[in-house]
C-alpha cells in the first residue's frame, strides 16, 4: 500500500485510513459554466482520485462527465462548506463525499437523496454489512459506501511474544516489560477530538455497551459504556503511556512509535507503509492483530471510519450523479483507489485481487474486523455528541467512572435534543 499524499508529509493524514487531516484550502462558491451532463463532485482530497474521476468519464460516453471539486482537508471544514451551501439548497453541488458520521445528518435534513431501486441494488451488491449501515438512516440508504477503514493492534514482535487478545492482558504485557527494561509503552491517539472518542466506541462495542439507543433519541450509557471507561482510566493510570498521550493524536502515536521505545500501538494502517518508508529498522519487527476486545468472551467490535457517496437533494441531474457514483465506487475504482491511495475498499471481494497482496499484508485482520465492526452512533446529532464525548474523556487521568458515565446520561442527552443541524 503505498503512502497516500495526505497520510505523509506535514502530518498528511485523512479520514479514510483514519480520520482528519490539518489546514485547507477551499473551493468556489460559484460553479463555473458548465454542460448539461456536467456531475460535481465534491470530495477530500485524495491524491489520485482524478485518475479514477477520468475512467469514469472515459467509459460514460458522454452519459455524464465528472468534474472533481476538491474541498478543504480537515473535516470541519469539509463538512461546513457543504452544510452551508446546502442549506441555501445550492444546486451546483451534485455528488457529496461524506464523512461516515455525517450521512445521517444530511439525510435527516433533507440534503441528500435516498438510494433507490437499481441503483440501491448496485450499491448494495458485494459490500461489507458494517459500511453499508453507516450509510443508512430510518431504515434508508442514503449513501454508497466508497472506502472504509479500521485501527488494528500494532506491535513489536522482538519484545512481545503473543499479541495480547483482551485490553488488560495488552496492559498486563506491558508492566512486564517495562520491568525487564524493555519497550513497553501503550500509544493511544488521546487528545480532545474524534480519534479519541472512536477508541472509546470500540472500547463500548467491544464490551457489548451502548451510549445512545438504537432509535438515536435517547441517552443510555449502559454498564458496557461504564466498563469503556474503567478501560481508559486503567491504561492512564498504568504509568505506560506515553506523557504526551492527552495531546496526542494518530499521526503524533504513529512518529512515537517509530523512535523505538514502545510496545503497542492502536492505529488505522496508514502506520505500515510510513513505518517501512521512515523506520525500517523497526518496520522490520512491527506486526498486527485484532484489535484488544473489552471483554474476554467476546471478540473486539472496532469502529470504522470511511466516506460514503451521496447524491446532493439539490442536483439538478440527479439520475447522472446515482450513475457517476457507482462509477466512483465500483470494485474496480475501489481496487485502484486502495493500491495508490490507501484507502480500504468496501466491497468484500476487491481484497482478493492479486495486487492487494503486497500493498495490504495486513488485509485478512482488516476483514476479519470489517466483517463485524462497531458503528458510531447514527444519529443527525453525532456532531454535538462526539463533542460532548470528547470533552467528558478527556484527559483519561481524570475519569472517574461512575461520575463521568451520570455526566455522560445528561449531556449526551442534552446534544441528542438540540434543535436543527448546525454548521
Not at 497520510?7 to 485547507?24: F, I, N, S, T
Not at 452551508?84 to 451546483?92: E, F, S
Not at 488488560?168 to 477530538?193: N, V
Not at 457517476?324 to 465500483?330: D, E, F, P, Y
Amino acid at each position: 500500500m503505498r503512502v497516500r499524499e495526505r497520510d505523509r508529509g506535514a502530518v498528511r493524514r485523512a479520514v479514510a485510513w483514519g480520520l482528519a487531516v490539518v489546514a485547507a484550502a477551499g473551493v468556489t462558491a460559484c460553479a463555473p459554466p458548465q454542460s448539461a451532463n456536467t456531475v460535481n463532485l465534491y470530495y477530500a482530497p485524495e491524491e489520485n482520485l482524478q485518475a479514477v474521476v477520468d475512467k469514469c468519464n472515459d467509459q460514460a460516453q458522454g452519459r455524464f462527465k465528472i468534474v472533481y471539486h476538491k474541498l478543504p482537508r480537515d473535516a470541519d471544514g469539509q463538512r461546513e462548506q457543504m452544510v452551508r451551501r446546502l442549506a441555501a439548497q445550492d444546486d451546483g453541488m451534485d455528488v457529496l463525499g461524506l464523512d461516515t458520521t455525517w450521512t445521517a445528518e444530511f439525510a435527516r435534513a433533507g440534503w441528500i437523496r435516498e438510494w433507490t431501486g437499481e441503483d440501491r441494488e448496485q450499491a448494495e451488491a458485494g459490500t461489507l454489512a458494517g459500511p453499508l449501515e453507516s450509510a443508512r438512516y430510518g431504515g434508508k440508504l442514503f449513501g454508497a459506501p466508497k472506502n472504509t477503514n479500521v485501527q488494528l493492534l500494532w506491535y513489536r514482535s522482538d519484545v512481545v511474544r503473543k499479541p495480547p487478545r483482551t485490553w488488560d492482558d495488552m496492559i498486563e504485557q506491558a508492566r512486564r516489560l517495562k520491568a525487564e527494561g524493555r519497550p513497553s509503552t501503550i500509544l493511544i491517539p488521546g487528545a480532545q477530538f474524534e480519534g479519541y472518542v472512536v477508541q472509546y466506541n470500540t472500547l463500548l462495542a467491544s464490551a457489548g455497551g451502548k451510549i445512545i439507543s438504537d432509535d438515536g433519541t435517547r441517552a443510555v450509557v449502559d454498564e458496557g459504556a461504564v466498563r469503556a471507561l474503567e478501560q481508559l482510566k486503567a491504561l492512564a493510570d498504568s504509568g505506560l503511556t506515553s506523557p504526551s498521550m492527552s495531546n496526542a493524536q494518530e499521526d503524533d502515536i504513529r512518529l512515537e512509535f517509530q523512535q523505538g521505545d514502545a510496545a503497542f500501538q492502536l492505529n488505522w494502517p496508514f502506520v505500515y507503509p510510513s513505518m517501512q518508508e521512515d523506520a525500517p529498522e523497526i518496520a522490520r519487527d512491527v506486526r498486527w492483530a485484532r484489535y484488544p476486545t473489552s471483554d474476554p468472551n467476546r471478540p473486539s467490535k472496532v469502529t470504522i471510519g470511511g466516506f460514503n457517496l451521496a447524491v446532493s437533494a439539490y442536483s439538478p441531474r440527479p439520475a447522472a450523479s446515482f450513475d457517476a457514483a457507482l462509477c466512483l465506487r465500483s470494485a474496480e475504482s475501489q481496487r485502484f483507489s486502495a493500491v495508490n491511495d490507501g484507502v480500504p475498499p468496501t466491497i468484500e471481494s476487491v481484497y482478493a485481487a492479486p495486487e492487494m497482496a503486497a500493498e495490504y499484508p495486513m488485509r485478512e485482520t482488516i476483514l476479519e474486523e470489517l466483517r463485524d465492526p462497531a458503528i458510531r452512533p447514527i444519529t443527525p446529532a453525532y456532531q454535538n455528541v462526539s463533542t460532548v464525548l470528547a470533552k467528558l474523556l478527556s484527559p483519561a487521568s481524570a475519569i472517574d467512572p461512575p461520575r463521568t458515565a451520570e455526566r455522560m446520561r445528561t449531556e449526551v442527552q442534552n446534544a441528542l435534543d438540540s434543535q436543527g443541524v448546525m454548521p
